[in-house]
């Protein structure tokens, strides 16, 4: 494939970079989304993680999918926000991949219904394609919840190395070996197993990635954590130059686990250098 698509004239370029479009895409089944399954394989093999695409851009989608169903992904397109949201309680996908520029609501707003639904669904994990140079987007998208972000243009490798990075956080947590199943601050209660979060019996809703984020601080109560320290704990993707999105992801967590955000006590800041987890909690 060529360095760089080169569309027929009248085309918009395609934001997904490095790639030549691999085939047109078919049109939309009769419930406005369209599946692109893996490639069957022999032997017993495990479900593939599945995997949501909310874009209007059926070219940038019809790439997109060819290139994740042949990293082993089970792919789902939907043309819009309703019927994204849709394929999201139909086919319960592991990753929703959210454009924030849809033709019949905004993308924050679709991320903010799919925080709103409760249970599993709503910890349904969450990858923002963003404008390039607009921070205002994603820090909004962060605080409602979503998990990581990509601006367009956008290298297929990158956006597969996102993909796995949310996708690990979640698995990798659960599998810690040797770690208590539930940790118990006072009244706040971690259930790694579970993957729920509780203060004095009332549940607390919380992403994937600040569930993670929480435990990696818990696991490290009383320690100052720089920015840098605290990703690299979750093992996310690398902290950008004056990227704050840790500072959003803590918002969002005080707001769930303290009485008080504007006057924590369970996660401290610690002016000039980061974050502290109080080892002693009400």
Known sequence: MSE????A???TPSP????????DGSGLSANGYTDQHSPKRTGIQAMPQQLLMIEDDTRLAAMVGEYLRQSGY???HAADGAKGLEALEARKPDLVILDLMLPDMDGLEVCRRIKAMGGD???TAVLMLTAKGDPMDRIVGLEL???DYLPKPFEPRELLARIRAVLRRGSEAAQSAGSQKTMRFGSLEIDRDARTVSVAGRSCELTSYQFDLLVAMAER?????TRDQIMEAVRGRELEAFDRSIDVH?????SAIEVDAKDPKRILTVRGVGYVFAKQQD
């Open 4 to 7: 760089h698509s080169n569309p």
């Open 9 to 11: 004239a009248g085309h």
């Open 16 to 23: 997904f970079l490095g790639e030549d479009v691999l085939h």
């Open 74 to 76: 089970g792919f789902t």
């Open 121 to 123: 669904t709503a910890r």
């Open 145 to 147: 919840g979503a998990d």
């Open 221 to 225: 109560a009383g320690r100052v954590l």
């Open 250 to 254: 803590m918002g969002r967590i005080r």
